[in-house]
């Protein structure tokens, strides 16, 4: 089992910024591909930006230009940088993971972090 603590979030005004971060237990290099979703009350959940363990890095859309995601695979960290961020960015945010075949495979949800952007 891989457990995944996700930190950060809560209010913030439009135009401001937040930093989310996830991390995961496990061997270092043991996790694969990073990723932060999330879910709009209402909405299905959806990608919001992915990351390899070689730094490869996908965004939807909506967020180009406006989040970053990054990692430390030594301490099997994500964390996603979120600036200029704007009402509809209001979601619960969720962590997922991918652990490496070698270290015994499987995908790993977080139980979800609250954003919300006030206007």
């Known amino acids: 089992q891989v457990q995944l603590v996700e930190s950060g979030g809560g209010l913030v005004q439009a135009g401001g910024s937040q930093r989310l971060s996830c991390a995961a237990s496990?061997?270092?290099?043991?996790?694969?591909?990073m990723a932060w979703y999330r879910q709009a009350p209402g909405k299905q959940r959806e990608l919001v930006a992915s990351?390899?363990?070689?730094?490869?890095?996908n965004y939807a859309d909506a967020v180009k230009g406006r989040f970053t995601i990054s990692r430390d695979n030594v301490k099997n960290l994500v964390y996603l940088q979120m600036n200029s961020l704007k009402p509809e960015d209001t979601a619960v945010y969720y962590c997922?993971?991918?652990?490496?075949?070698?270290?015994?495979?499987?995908?790993?949800w977080g139980q979800g972090i609250q954003v919300t952007v006030s206007s």
């Open positions: 997922h993971v991918e652990r490496r075949l070698g270290y015994g495979g499987g995908d790993y």
């Open positions: 990351i390899t363990n070689d730094g490869t890095s």
């Open positions: 496990g061997s270092a290099f043991s996790i694969g591909t």
